[in-house]
């Protein structure tokens, strides 16, 4: 499978799937759990199957679209069967960065590797996690808790266009877009820093 091919059947019922633009509407189907399948998604967003690299873009973005996440693990789903996946950080990966207006008023939306299209606000938060390096990670919800790591380089741009808020009393550092703010880190923390 050096080419990034598939075997014949690796998901019954994604013929169906094929036919939809965007994702498919996997929140409503609820088909039996049929075990793991070796399929990974790695921290730097790159699908494996069976150990190689899907290559064809498209294919990618059609299992992404059937990408799920329950309760106990994320899942490929289509209307007859579900399969679970490993997931090594995040399941899509964010790209790149478009601004409209600046500070309080900004719109930023997030383009991930799979080429969805997000606009960062309230139902599509933007999340500071801490790193393995003791720096921060950002993440951006991109649908049904299926969240986008977002790319360092990208992550000097949010740092750039951020601004300070209050919030719940307390000043912070974090980015404004689509209405909402997103806290990155208290002042009293990073006063020192910026």
């Not at 509407?25 to 998604?41: A, F, K, Q, S, T």
């Not at 679970?84 to 995040?90: C, L, P, S």
């Not at 500070?103 to 938060?125: C, F, H, M, Y």
Request: with cysteine; proline share 9%; net charge negative.
């Amino acid at each position: 499978m050096s080419d990034g091919i598939l075997p014949a059947e690796p998901l019954r019922g994604l013929e169906a799937v094929q036919k939809t633009r965007g994702p498919a509407p996997v929140h409503l189907w609820n088909p039996p759990y049929c075990g793991e399948i070796d399929m990974r998604i790695a921290r730097d967003g790159t699908w494996y199957y069976n150990g190689t690299p899907i290559g064809r873009p498209a294919l990618v973005q059609l299992f992404a679209g059937v990408l799920r996440k329950d309760p106990e693990r994320f899942v490929l789903v289509t209307p007859v069967e579900r399969v679970g996946v490993t997931v090594e950080d995040a399941p899509f990966l964010g790209v790149e960065l478009l601004r409209e207006g600046e500070g309080a008023t900004q719109v930023l939306r997030l383009r991930t590797n799979v080429e969805d299209w997000v606009e960062i606000s309230p139902k599509n938060p933007l999340k500071f996690l801490p790193g393995d390096s003791g720096g921060l990670k950002p993440y951006v919800l991109v649908r049904g808790d299926l969240w986008a790591l977002v790319k360092r380089a990208l992550f000097y741009d949010l740092v750039g266009w951020g601004g300070v808020c209050i919030v719940d009393g307390e000043e912070f550092f974090g980015v404004h877009s689509g209405g909402g703010f997103f806290p990155m880190a208290p002042m009293r923390d990073i006063a020192g820093l910026i």
